[in-house]
């Protein structure tokens, strides 16, 4: 074998393994989310496995192979004689969920041996798993990830569209088509009182929660239901859909039904991942493997859970493939705003 083939295969091969190392990194990021040991870190100057166990209650053992675990990968500071600090940064970056920099969310309990099963299945059958097959996990994450953008909606996100803060101020009508759990919603019905919110997500579970949790709220109501099934006419004032039209497996019956739902001078606020074109600009994005994995794994595998889903997947729903499938519904303005605090995500308006 030549030299520039061992090379390349050393090379590949340490690229491979970094992936691997990723996993567990995350894995272990999630772990100690979970017990809340970022949080017993958190301003101190130095720290070590006994101490830590100390303040926890946690076993020193276990302690000290996950510290040195988050020490190897940067994620925490090694500061020599096995102690360690939590950085300034990692403060804002895994613990305050109020900050745009906020990424703890997305460190979430993977997937159950059996949806890795039904996913591999489905490369055979076509078919398959739904966001409310992930179970609570996946609410948990969805409402976690999603949450600093949450807390911009009512100040600097509707106010993007014009005339409508003043409108859901007077008293309007919205409809949250893919509620989740319902943190959005929960958020604008409490901004705009004088308006009401409904919200509706196929995930009976997700809509389950999102009741519970927001039932002190009196102006928001959730139900289970599919976009494309909506029947209201000429019904709502702003309908917004956050992050779920690619999953769906019907968008196009989605659209059809929004523009009907819709009031003629109302808006549909559509945010979706930020996605291109074509594969080549993709690429561009240093994010592209994680969202391709997170697309077979969920995004994607949503989208084509019913016989004849529309499949299009975490990246499947960017600016073009937005205004044509409007047009084809019937909505003549299309818009991309400008929002550039979120870098994950565009923001389209439609209007009929």
Not at 60 to 83: F, K, N, P, S, T
Not at 137 to 154: E, G, I, T
Not at 233 to 252: S, Y
Not at 260 to 277: M, P, V, Y
Request: aromatic share 10%.
């Amino acid at each position: 074998m030549s030299q520039d083939y061992e090379e390349r295969l050393e090379e590949y091969a340490q690229r491979a393994m970094g992936y691997k190392a990723g996993e567990f990194v995350s894995l272990m990021i999630h772990i100690g989310d979970e017990l809340g040991l970022f949080e017993a870190m958190k301003g101190k100057d130095k720290i070590s496995a006994k101490e830590l166990a100390g303040q926890t209650g946690l076993n020193e053992r276990w302690l000290v192979e996950w510290l040195r675990g988050q020490g190897a990968a940067g994620i925490i500071d090694h500061l020599g004689d096995e102690y360690f600090q939590l950085p300034d940064v990692a403060v804002e970056t895994l613990l305050q969920n109020d900050s745009s920099s906020f990424v703890g969310g997305y460190f979430f309990r993977p997937p159950s041996h059996d949806i890795i099963e039904k996913t591999i299945d489905a490369f055979r059958t076509g078919v398959g798993v739904s966001w409310g097959e992930h179970g609570d996990a996946a609410s948990h994450f969805l409402c976690r990830s999603n949450h600093p953008f949450h807390l911009m909606l009512p100040e600097h996100v509707i106010p993007l569209i014009d005339g409508m803060s003043e409108r859901l101020s007077q008293g309007g009508k919205v409809l949250d088509v893919g509620c989740g759990s319902g943190h959005a919603l929960s958020v604008l019905a409490t901004a705009f009182p004088n308006s009401q919110f409904v919200g509706v997500d196929p995930a009976a579970n997700m809509v389950a929660e999102a009741t519970e949790r927001h039932s002190s709220i009196p102006n928001v109501d959730f139900r289970v239901g599919y976009g494309e099934k909506i029947t209201d006419t000429d019904e709502f004032d702003l309908v917004t859909t956050f992050d779920c039209m690619h999953d769906m497996t019907d968008p196009h019956g989605t659209m059809r039904a929004v523009s009907k739902a819709l009031k003629s001078d109302g808006a549909w606020l559509i945010k979706d991942i930020r996605s291109e074109n074509t594969y080549a600009e993709n690429l561009e994005n240093p994010m592209a493997p994680l969202m391709y994995g997170f697309s077979v794994l969920y995004c994607m595998s949503s989208a084509l859970s019913q016989a004849g889903g529309a499949g299009l997947g975490t990246l499947g729903f960017p600016p073009a493939v937005c205004q044509t499938m409007g047009e084809a519904a019937g909505f003549t303005k299309f818009k991309v705003l400008d929002f550039e605090q979120d870098p994950f995500n565009y923001f389209y308006e439609l209007r009929l």
